[in-house]
């Protein structure tokens, strides 16, 4: 998916319109099709929230390593099991593909769950964490919704119906990416250094980090909703899994951003995210994957 100001690499895609039939909330038009969708990750949203608030700092929340030495907690696992669980008696005809567990199901229609995307702010009482649910048809990211209950904060979007923020569909506000069109005068938030080094790409990451007006490590999610909200202009990690990225993609793309590997690879399937205003992203993929000579 993309934006505006990107040509090297990705050809600009259009905001699909609402097609006649499209209801109504709270100033959102949601398509038919996915307006049952949306509804129905909110409500899972809604359930894994008041599961993930009431381990959030508990003393007993049990933490283990991954083989990837990731941690994991007690959470994570019950968090997409009670999405999973909804959804085989809600969507039992579309797949599941899941941070924790394997995947099951076949056909055009997949959800994606990360149960709770900052695992590692989770267990040290950070605050900065969140559920990520998102739906894909064919090759498209279709909905996309965030839930960071620590922060009382959730922003979601269906493909056509613009993204939006705030604690309910009847409780939203519309979500649009900033004007920003100069690195000289971009904020850029990443989450650590550590895997731009790994991957060679540090040098290349500071100079990106050299030429904007300020960085930040929001980190994790948090970076890439901001982008959307238009409080910071540019984002980039060097690898993500796609259910690190799924969920974000409609929610940055619908509030007119763009969405492409640090390669410009459109959408989550690249194994990295460069998420812009777009009217920066060529400009950014120029210095973090220049082309050769």
């Keep these: 998916m993309g934006g505006p100001g990107v040509s090297r690499r990705v050809a600009p895609v259009g905001l699909p319109r609402p097609g006649r039939g ?17 509804r129905l990750a ?17 003393q007993d929340l049990r933490v283990e390593t991954k ?11 019950t968090a997409e099991e009670i999405i999973r669980g909804q959804l085989s008696r809600a969507r039992s ?16 229609r997949r959800w994606v769950i990360d149960p709770i995307d900052g695992t590692k702010n989770f267990v040290r009482g950070v605050p900065v964490w969140a559920t990520l649910i998102a739906l894909i048809d ?33 409780a939203a506000s519309r979500l649009q990416v900033s004007a920003v069109s100069t690195l000289k005068d971009a ?23 050299r030429q904007v007006w300020r960085t930040r490590a929001y980190g994790d999610f948090w970076s ?7 409080a910071v202009d540019l984002s980039a990690e060097p690898e993500l899994a796609l259910h690190d990225m799924a969920a974000l993609v409609p929610i940055v793309t619908e509030a ?11 959408g989550p399937f690249g194994g990295s995210a460069l998420v812009s205003n777009g009217l920066l992203h060529e400009a950014a993929l120029e210095v973090l994957d220049p082309l050769d000579p």
């Design 22 to 38: 499209a209801s109504t909330v709270s100033g959102m038009t949601l398509r038919p099709g996915y307006d049952d969708d949306l």
């Design 138 to 170: 064919g090759d498209e990211v279709v909905v996309g919704l965030v839930s960071a209950p620590a922060l009382g904060r959730r922003w979601w979007a269906a493909q056509g119906s613009g993204a939006w923020t705030g604690k309910s569909l009847a």
């Design 256 to 266: 007119g951003g763009t969405f492409t590997s640090i390669t410009g690879v459109p």
């Design 67 to 77: 083989p990837d030495l990731t941690p994991v907690s007690d959470a994570d696992r």
């Design 93 to 108: 005809r579309d797949a599941v593909h899941g941070e924790e567990m394997p995947d099951t199901g076949h056909g055009p």
């Design 187 to 209: 904020s850029f938030s990443y989450s650590s250094l550590t895997g731009w080094e790994e991957r060679g790409k540090l040098d290349n990451f500071l100079a990106l980090s």
């Design 224 to 230: 890439h909703v901001l982008v959307a909200e238009g």
């Design 42 to 58: 909110h409500v899972m949203a809604d359930q894994v929230d008041s599961v993930t608030m009431s381990r959030f700092k508990a």
